[in-house]
């Protein structure tokens, strides 16, 4: 598993990117790898620690800001690395959804 502080440093790549080019998203991507997975919403809740409420929201808006201890939760849940929850999208691409 990736180290929170390896976490962070991907984060703030991805915004350093995002600054650079003022027109990328970071989309979250645990949807679509809990569904991979075969994972529920309910199941994924349970495994990370998570409210379901937060697992919900997630689902709902993959464009909304999250905590890097958060995004780890969910990434040990899933057993996969957090760069793999993660990427970034111009935000055309965002407002075309």
Request: net charge positive; aromatic share 4%; no cysteine.
């Given at each position: 598993?990736?180290?929170?502080?390896?976490?962070?440093?991907?984060?703030?790549?991805?915004?350093?990117?995002?600054?650079?080019?003022?027109?990328?998203?970071?989309?979250?991507?645990?949807?679509?790898?809990?569904?991979?997975?075969?994972?529920?919403?309910?199941?994924?809740?349970?495994?990370?620690?998570?409210?379901?409420?937060?697992?919900?929201?997630?689902?709902?808006?993959?464009?909304?800001?999250?905590?890097?201890?958060?995004?780890?939760?969910?990434?040990?849940?899933l057993g996969v690395?957090?760069?793999?929850?993660?990427?970034?999208?111009?935000?055309?691409?965002?407002?075309?959804?």
């Amino acid at each position: 598993m990736i180290a929170l502080s390896t976490v962070k440093e991907l984060l703030q790549s991805l915004r350093y990117q995002q600054s650079e080019s003022s027109s990328a998203m970071i989309h979250l991507k645990v949807k679509e790898v809990a569904k991979a997975k075969g994972v529920s919403m309910r199941q994924l809740a349970k495994r990370s620690g998570l409210v379901y409420n937060t697992i919900r929201l997630i689902y709902r808006d993959p464009y909304r800001p999250l905590s890097t201890t958060t995004l780890d939760k969910l990434a040990k849940a899933l057993g996969v690395d957090v760069s793999v929850l993660i990427e970034s999208v111009p935000d055309d691409e965002k407002e075309a959804q």
